[in-house]
T-cell receptor, first 112, second 112 residues
């Protein structure tokens, strides 16, 4: 069953802590993306990666970091430098030839 | 500045009617435009893609138009059903950019 998975579904963090969100895909897609969605707003791009060992900042990269050591995996770390991290985080992937994006189920992060 | 606007935050229509959602953009020259459906607490699901040289695209009860002169895309759902209730997002990719830019979405409610 091909798809994209994110874990955990809900995540709670204390202020000042770093936290890592997992994203895995078995679609053999080259490109992967992280978005943030706040209530009533569209998706804002945090980071994207078009190939293993390479990634680019999106529109709101400050306070976030990523790695792309494997084609299948694109974890996102929310650092303590992110001032307002409570949000719904979505991971997506796409092939290089067909640009529609396939999204994971999302991780809802709450900072306590 | 570049902007994508979806016509309204919420749209209510009666079952069986045609729903029409609008996506307007400024200061973009999009290579193509995409429409996604998002249910509460879930990731978006790709519906349709229309390229800059296409006027119209259809898929079952869905129809998308793209007018690069008006800088507008219209998304139609004919014979709407309560199961069509969701938030619909438009997204566009400009030029050679790999990343999509999303609108904030229109929440459609189809009343039985």
């Amino acid at each position: 069953d091909g798809g994209i998975t994110q874990s955990p579904k809900y995540l709670f963090r204390k202020e000042g802590q770093n936290v890592t969100l997992s994203c895995e895909q078995n679609l053999n897609h080259d490109a992967m993306y992280w978005y943030r969605q706040d209530p009533g707003q569209g998706l804002r791009l945090i980071y994207y990666s078009q190939i293993v060992n390479d990634f680019q900042k999106g529109d709101i990269a400050e306070g976030y970091s990523v790695s792309r050591e494997k084609k299948e995996s694109f974890p996102l770390t929310v650092t303590s430098a992110q001032k307002n991290p409570t949000a719904f985080y979505l991971c997506a992937s796409s092939s290089t030839r067909h640009n529609e994006q396939f999204f994971g189920p999302g991780t809802r992060l709450t900072v306590l | 500045s570049q902007k994508i606007e979806q016509n309204s935050e919420a749209l209510n229509i009666q079952e069986g009617k045609t729903a029409t959602l609008t996506c307007n953009y400024t200061n973009y020259s999009p290579a193509y435009l995409q429409w996604y459906r998002q249910d509460p607490g879930r990731g978006p699901v790709f519906l349709l893609l229309i390229r800059e040289n296409e006027k119209e695209k259809r898929k079952e009860r869905l129809k998308v138009t793209f007018d690069t002169t008006l800088k507008q895309s219209l998304f139609h759902i004919t014979a709407s059903q309560p199961a069509d209730s969701a938030t619909y997002l438009c997204a566009l990719r400009a030029g050679s950019a790999r990343q999509l830019t999303f609108g904030s979405g229109t929440q459609l409610t189809v009343l039985p």
